[in-house]
């Protein structure tokens, strides 16, 4: 579409060309005003149906470009949901950030420049430079011979813009990971009274951007400026020599002010060219730290396609499992069968919770297998697989919105009514109709409006939403105390269809509520 578009303006600009030509060695000489207002009234118009194809191209590229970036990012989402969790325990986390989001914005901005200025630029410059030919050889000759000097400035500028550019990435990742610690750290910061260092810290990193972003700013202005400076000091040669050509009667007036016409446009293209390539240059820097992150091999621990009616049945069949070179679990069997309740204890660090992120399909096991009503994991479409579970993790996940937000999360056809009663089951519906705007109450950044108790409850119930065939409850006396948790099996126990539930503590006093009991040390299960 670039090109098509760039040839018809190049074909424009030629009759724009001639008819200069013409004003000068034909309707000003002959005093024929009629003729040259014609020629004007033409030029005019050429001009604005240049402009015109101009705007409609640059419309159809721009919604081309959008779309495609939106495909790339849509791409890179993808990604992060394939990436296992495994990287995510690893991974700089705010880097990522930047990466999704600046980053992608520097290659729209890229792929913008390239498409929608840089390649028609460069079609209508040639098509000038065949133009100029055709009008005066010998001074194209003159002009050409600027481009050794510009391809020398645009080589050396060019390699320090690259330079610049990581640098200045470099800073902006830094500058990006320092405010995402101070917007998530701010109560540690307060409580350790460290605001005077944490602002000395981000700080430096923000003078360090000042200075990267300042030379690179410089580097582009440079950059034109010498462009611009050496093909408007040609063209000063070329309007001299052409000069002495008319002086001598080798030119005349209207061939040397439509080749200078020309040189013009040929002038704001080349600038739109020099002013193209910082994009470009710093665009592909971006695109080679997204396409590594495409390239990364990590991918989730199981990729079965099999969907099933889970009924709640989880298998562990001698599993062993271990974070790098640090064994967890040896040699675990464990059935967990459908509608009971399953307790798991043990001190910290036995290997409780390492069970129930095996059990989520979060990681995979070095040895044995797992399976879901007897069939094997590896089989399974673990996505669809977890739609049946649900999970309320020791530390609740709360994300900022209001608590209808949260408990409904995940599951969007949810009926007003469903949600009440998974907050009744939950323990939560009374707390929250007490508040101000029930539950349209905004929670704050990680509910920190609410107390510990109220967000475990809010957890709860939008596992419950679920209406899961396996519920599995980490440490729910960390928030929660005793009453209330004999309060929540008692209404799990009064469902018509009532869930497996896998309970993880770590004492035998939350056991009393279950049916089996699981004692767990050293990754090993010894006595049940």
């Known amino acids: 579409m670039s090109a098509i578009v760039s040839i018809g303006q190049s074909f424009l600009h030629l009759p724009i060309l001639f008819l200069v030509r013409h004003v000068f060695d034909d309707a000003i000489p002959s005093g024929n005003s009629y003729l040259l207002a014609l020629i004007g009234v033409t030029i005019v118009f050429l001009y604005f149906m240049n402009g015109g194809i101009a705007l409609y191209a640059r419309y159809v590229i721009l919604g081309t470009v959008k779309f495609a970036i939106q495909r790339f990012r849509d791409e890179m989402l993808n990604k992060l949901y394939a990436l296992s969790r495994t990287y995510y325990t690893q991974a700089d986390r705010s880097r990522l950030h930047t990466n999704m989001v600046q980053d992608t914005v520097r290659v729209d901005v890229m792929t913008n420049a390239l498409l929608g200025q840089l390649i028609p630029a460069l079609f209508i410059s040639v098509a000038l430079g065949a133009v100029l030919i055709y009008l005066n050889w010998l001074l194209f000759l003159l002009m050409l011979s600027a481009v050794p000097l510009l391809f020398v400035v645009s080589k050396s500028i060019g390699k320090m813009v690259r330079q610049r550019v990581r640098a200045l990435h470099r800073s902006f990742e830094t500058f990006s990971r320092g405010m995402l610690f101070v917007l998530q750290m701010m109560d540690l910061t307060r409580i350790q009274s460290a605001e005077d260092y944490e602002i000395e810290r981000q700080r430096r ?18 950059y034109r400026v010498v462009q611009n400076t050496i093909v408007g000091g040609f063209g000063v040669i070329v309007l001299i020599v052409g000069g ?31 002013s193209c390539i910082p994009q470009v240059i710093e665009g592909n820097e971006s695109l080679s730290t997204l396409y590594s992150l495409l390239e990364i091999r990590e991918s989730r621990p199981y990729s079965g396609t099999k969907r099933i009616a889970f009924g709640g049945k989880i298998t562990l069949e001698s599993v062993y499992f271990q974070y790098k070179d640090h064994p967890v679990l040896h040699d675990i069997n464990l059935t967990i069968c459908p509608n009971t309740t399953v307790a798991i204890v043990g001190p910290n660090g036995a290997g409780k919770s390492t069970i129930a992120n095996l059990i989520i399909g979060f990681y995979r096991p070095q040895k044995g297998q797992l399976y879901a009503d007897d069939y094997p994991f590896i089989e399974l479409d673990i996505v669809d697989l977890r739609r049946y579970i649900g999970v309320v993790a020791q530390d609740p996940i709360i994300f900022p919105g209001t608590i209808w937000d949260n408990v409904a999360y995940g599951c969007p056809d949810a009926s007003p009514q469903r949600v009440v009663q998974a907050a009744e089951l939950a323990t939560a519906h009374e707390f929250i109709e007490q508040l101000p705007q029930g539950y349209d109450t905004f929670v704050g950044e990680s509910g920190v409006l609410l107390s510990g108790g109220q967000r475990q409850r809010i957890a709860l119930a939008r596992a419950f939403v679920r209406q899961p065939r396996l519920l599995i409850l980490d440490e729910p006396t960390n928030h929660l105390d005793e009453v209330a948790v004999r309060q929540l099996m008692n209404n799990l126990k009064r469902l018509d269809n009532v869930p497996t539930t896998l309970i993880i503590g770590h004492d035998m006093d939350i056991a009393s509520e279950t049916e089996y009991i699981y004692v767990l040390q050293e990754g090993r299960i010894v006595a049940s």
Do not use: D
């Open 205 to 222: 990193s923000l003078q360090q951007l000042r200075l990267a972003s300042g030379h690179m700013a410089w580097l582009r202005s440079a």
């Open 244 to 274: 002495r050509a008319i002086a001598t009667g080798n030119m005349t007036l209207g061939e040397l002010l439509s080749f200078y016409a020309a040189v013009a446009l040929l002038r704001s293209h080349l600038y739109t060219i020099s």
